[in-house]
């Protein structure tokens, strides 16, 4: 049943019976502390003088720009 809604059901109360409750919990902050750069929601001023707003909207910028289309 691996790939599916009742195996991920199945392997989430196994996980949960063998682990603790709040495994997904413990695994996310995990993944979220490790993380040091503060992504393109971070607030803080980079050694770009961006926030990560501005980074994003200029990095997303660019990325429209390359397009992989051909003109016809």
């Given at each position: 049943?691996?790939?599916?809604?009742?195996?991920?059901?199945?392997?989430?109360?196994?996980?949960?019976?063998?682990?603790?409750?709040n495994?997904?919990e413990?695994?996310?902050?995990?993944?979220?502390?490790?993380?040091?750069?503060?992504?393109?929601?971070?607030?803080?001023?980079?050694?770009?003088?961006?926030?990560?707003?501005?980074?994003?909207?200029?990095?997303?910028?660019?990325?429209?720009?390359?397009?992989?289309?051909?003109?016809?």
């Amino acid at each position: 049943m691996s790939g599916s809604v009742i195996g991920g059901k199945k392997a989430a109360k196994r996980n949960k019976e063998k682990y603790g409750d709040n495994f997904y919990e413990l695994i996310g902050s995990k993944g979220g502390k490790k993380g040091k750069t503060g992504g393109f929601a971070s607030t803080a001023i980079g050694k770009d003088g961006l926030t990560g707003r501005q980074r994003a909207c200029k990095v997303g910028v660019l990325g429209g720009t390359v397009s992989r289309r051909t003109s016809r």
